[in-house]
Every structure is written in structure tokens, then in C-alpha cells.
């Protein structure tokens, strides 16, 4: 069973075979979103987890939706969220170029293979003719299809049209009588796409190819041996069977994958880019809480757990699981996700470093003007914030919101103000410099509560909540945020006391 399985994944059991080759092929029409993403990731999982290649296809045949840039921009991405393309348009590889609008020679040719063999024919109907088949099927509540005109001019008419130099595109005979195929992940299917299209053109008057002869072409020559996409694709794939037919060329094998939705089944929002991979690397995302987020959402894995690395979702990546059912995916988790893996950064001391580094970034920005402490931007005091404050925040950024700005800014606070809510202001401070020149280790938080509580019951006449009060404005400068002993631990006892000191001493 698992080795019938794996033949039909075009997987055989003999070693040594080559890997497979699979491709993501992005129209550049804007920014990669978690759909495209989605696609990419599974692709490039089933490439790594069967030592095969992942290859980078620009589409870029719809010379009217490119957006200049945008091919780019996706490359860039994919190397962000680290899933570099083995082949792509930066990086090249033996079987480019990897831009379609590159490869126009290729498409002519085999579209004129099609031309002569009979399998595709010239059709010059006029756009008004096309125009007005589509309206009146319309007025008929019928689905606009091509009607297959040209198909039936004789070689006689055709040479004659040619000679008058009327503009013509090239056509693709659908015949009728489509072979069933089994999908990899919707099992067998059978769409007699004659039944209810018109022959689709498959070159176009400005000598760019369409969608499914530039698919079918490349996928051929670059040697894809499986076609992992969306599913909104499935039902021209009986489309692209008749051409692989046509050209007498085998087929990939083909696994369609299901949709990636809003978590109220609602197709995936793109208002305000808020879908885009440049918007979540902007607020700070990690992406391999990106990935982690839409393979949950979906199937295909022997373990659904928050926090799976790169690495793990390789191995237990399995085709065969993949269902049809949708992937709802709710993006209120994200930021559960994000601090799942923030908290693997911080414990990862190479990846520390480089949390360290944007930290450093972010505290200049925020702060700058405010002339942050030197102190404060040194590494050491940088990577303690980060492993006491690991596991509380989500985005790395929350440490420079206003709760944490007591991290990076000495407030600068005089003894009047502290007695002003207690006329024992300066016994408290001192009661707190001798708790911490008594610690040798640093506290936990509960304990220090605890050593807090005790403070209190040694001041003649300021409530607990007094004392809080004063001790969040000598360490802050604020009168909300975060608990005391928090800040406290936070700060180390060093920075503590000398704050203390200061406002005591102005
Ligand atoms: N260019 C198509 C797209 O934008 C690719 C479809 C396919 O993978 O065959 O989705």
C-alpha cells in the first residue's frame, strides 16, 4: 500500500533516483500574501523532505497586471520567511531563464507544433465578434464561451485572411473524450472541459502566450515532475492533460491544494495589505510564526502543535494527508504564535544576538531624543531584558510601548514628589537599598513581593499601596505599569539602587 502510495507520488522506492522538481509560480501582479506563501511553503517542504528542487517561476505573460517590482519583491520574501528557491530569476539554474516574458521563443515554437500538427488552429474573430457572443450568452443567462468558429476555416480561408494581414491569435482544439486523472490530494477526477468551454487561445496577438500553454511548456522543459497548487486550478488541469496529449509529452503529477480562507470560511482578506508578508515583516512578525500559522490551519502534518520550527514541519510533512477540506485560518492567533517562537529566539543564543541588535534599533528609535543611558543599549543589559521578559511579549517591539519605556529611560524624580505620598519617602528608600544590598542572587518576582510586604510592615504609617505608589514613580517616573517587583527584577538591583539613590538625593 505505502510503496502503491509512494508510485503514484512519482516517489519511487529505488535510491539514487533524482529528487523531484516542483515550482511555485507567482503572477508578479504585487506583494506575496499567506496564500502564495502557503503554496511556496508546501512546495518547498515537499522539495526538502524528498531531496528534490524548489524552483522560483515568474509568470509575467499578462503584460497588462505586472507591477514593476513585484517579481523582485516576492523572491525577497521567500528568502525572508527562509524558503529560498533552489532556481529562480536571481539565482538562475539550468533550466531558464525563470521568466516567462523571457522564454516567448519557446511558447511560438510550441505553439506552431500545435498549429501544424492540426491540434490548434488560427482564429481571427474580432474582438466585436467576441464581445457580442459574450453579451448575448449573458442575455440568454448562458456562460459566455467562444463558439469555435475558426476552428472549421479551411486551410484555403486561412491562407487567404493571412494575405489580407487580418490580426489573429492561435486556438487550442479541445477534444472531447478527457481521461480521468487522480490527483494527489483530490484523488480521481474527471472534468470534460469540452462540454463547457470554448477552445481557450493559447497565444495572443502580442505573441505572449496564455496562462495554459506558458504553464504546460515550462513545467515540461524545466522538468517538473509535481504540480503542487491552489486549488482554484483543479478544473483547468483537464485543460492542461489535452496539451501535454497534444505535444505527446508525459504529465506531472498533479496534487491540488485546498484553500486557504478568512476563519469565517470568507475568502482571505487583502483590505489594507493586511495579508501581505511586507506588512507582517513591518510589525515585527517572525516568519516562522508565519509558517507555523497556515500549516496549522491546514493539513498535511502528523502533528498539530503551536510553535513547530522549519525543520520539524520538513519531517513531518506527508502529502498523503493532505484532506480537501479548507485551512480557516484565524490570524487572531498570530501574535500567540509569534510569541511561542520569539521565545525560542531569546533562548537561541545566536539568535539572541540578533534579537539584541534590532532591540538596539528599536530603543534608539523610540527613545533617542530622550537620551537613553549608554548603559542601557549594552548587550549584556539588553539580553537580560530579553531572557526575564521572555514568554510575556508577543512582538519584540512591546518592549519599547510605553509600559517597558522605565527599561530605557531614568526617570528623573525629587524627593519632595516621593514625599508627597509619603512623608516616610526616604526610610522606605532606604529600607529597599539595604533588601538589595543584602540579596547576593537575583529575586524572582514572587519573592520579591514577598520581602516587599515584609518592607511595609517596618514603616510606621504608609500603607502598602502608598509605598507601591512611591517606589513605581522613584523607578519609572510613571504612576501606572508594570508591578513593582517586576520592575524591579527587571531592572537588576544595581540599577534599582541607583535610581533610588537619585531621587533621594535631588
Ligand atoms: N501563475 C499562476 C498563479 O498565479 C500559477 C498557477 C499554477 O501554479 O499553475 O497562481
Known amino acids: 500500500m505505502a510503496r502503491a502510495l509512494r508510485a503514484l507520488q512519482g516517489l519511487g522506492p529505488e535510491r539514487g533516483q533524482r529528487g523531484p522538481r516542483v515550482r511555485f509560480g507567482p503572477s508578479p501582479t504585487g506583494f506575496l500574501h499567506l496564500g502564495g506563501l502557503r503554496t511556496a511553503l508546501y512546495n518547498y517542504i515537499f522539495a526538502k523532505k524528498h531531496q528534490g528542487t524548489f524552483i522560483l517561476r515568474v509568470e509575467d505573460t499578462d503584460q497588462n497586471r505586472v507591477v514593476p517590482g513585484a517579481a523582485e519583491g516576492i523572491e525577497d520574501m521567500l528568502d525572508w ?36 500538427s492540426g491540434a490548434a488552429y488560427r482564429c481571427f474573430c474580432t474582438p466585436q465578434r467576441l464581445e457580442l457572443l459574450r453579451k448575448e450568452a449573458l442575455r440568454r443567462q448562458q456562460t459566455p464561451r467562444y463558439d469555435n468558429r475558426c476552428r472549421h476555416l479551411t486551410p484555403t480561408e486561412v491562407a487567404e485572411k493571412l494575405s489580407q494581414g487580418l490580426a489573429w491569435v492561435v486556438r487550442f482544439r479541445l477534444e472531447q473524450g478527457v481521461e480521468p486523472f487522480q490527483d494527489l490530494v483530490y484523488g480521481w477526477n474527471r472534468h470534460e472541459v469540452a462540454e463547457v468551454e470554448g477552445d481557450p487561445v493559447i ?14 511548456v515550462d513545467d515540461h522543459h524545466m ?80 502533528e498539530k502543535r503551536m ?29 500567540e504564535f509569534n510569541r511561542i517562537h520569539l521565545s525560542r529566539h531569546i533562548e537561541n543564543e545566536e539568535l539572541r544576538q540578533k534579537l539584541v541588535r534590532e532591540l538596539q534599533l528599536l530603543v534608539e528609535q523610540a527613545y533617542g531624543h530622550q537620551q ?35 527599561l530605557w529611560v531614568r526617570p528623573s524624580v525629587s524627593r519632595e514628589q516621593l514625599q508627597t505620598i509619603s512623608a ?83
Open 203 to 216: 497565444l495572443k496577438g502580442d505573441g505572449f502566450p496564455t496562462y495554459h500553454l506558458a504553464n504546460v
Open 372 to 406: 537613553v543611558e549608554q548603559e542601557v543599549l549594552q548587550k549584556e543589559y539588553m539580553e537580560r531584558v530579553l531572557l526575564l521578559r521572555k514568554g510575556h511579549i508577543s512582538l519584540l517591539k512591546n518592549l519599547v510601548a510605553c509600559d517597558y519605556s522605565y
Open 81 to 116: 520567511a527562509g524558503i529560498p528557491p533552489d532556481e529562480s530569476p536571481r539565482r538562475g539554474g539550468a533550466f531558464g531563464p525563470y521568466r516567462q516574458s523571457q522564454r516567448l521563443e519557446l511558447y511560438q515554437r510550441a505553439s506552431s507544433r500545435l498549429l501544424e
Open 223 to 302: 522538468g517538473i515532475s509535481h504540480v503542487l497548487r491552489g486549488a482554484e486550478w483543479l478544473t483547468s488541469t483537464a485543460k492542461h492533460l489535452l496539451l501535454y496529449k497534444a505535444f505527446g509529452w508525459d504529465p506531472p503529477q498533479f496534487g491540488h491544494l485546498p484553500l486557504l480562507l478568512n476563519k469565517d470560511g470568507a475568502k482571505l482578506s487583502k483590505r489594507q495589505g493586511d495579508i501581505f508578508l511586507e506588512s507582517f515583516a513591518r510589525d515585527g512578525y517572525l516568519p516562522e510564526a508565519l509558517l507555523d500559522i497556515i500549516t496549522n490551519c491546514g493539513s498535511g502534518f502528523t
Open 424 to 506: 516616610e519617602a526616604e526610610e522606605i528608600g532606604k529600607l529597599v537599598l539595604g533588601l538589595l544590598a543584602s540579596q547576593a542572587v537575583a529575586l524572582t518576582v514572587e519573592e520579591l513581593n514577598k520581602d516587599l510586604r515584609n518592607l511595609q510592615k517596618q514603616t510606621k504609617e504608609t500603607k502598602y499601596s502608598s509605598m507601591m505608589q512611591l517606589l513605581r514613580l522613584a523607578l519609572s517616573g510613571q504612576q501606572h505599569g508594570p508591578s513593582v517587583a517586576e520592575m524591579m527584577v527587571t531592572l537588576g538591583p544595581k540599577e534599582v539602587s541607583g535610581r533610588i539613590h537619585r531621587a533621594l538625593s535631588s
Open 307 to 335: 510553535g513547530r520550527t522549519l525543520e520539524e514541519l520538513i519531517s513531518q510533512f506527508d502529502i498523503g494527508r493532505i484532506t480537501t477540506h479548507s485551512a480557516l485560518l484565524d490570524l487572531e492567533t498570530l501574535p
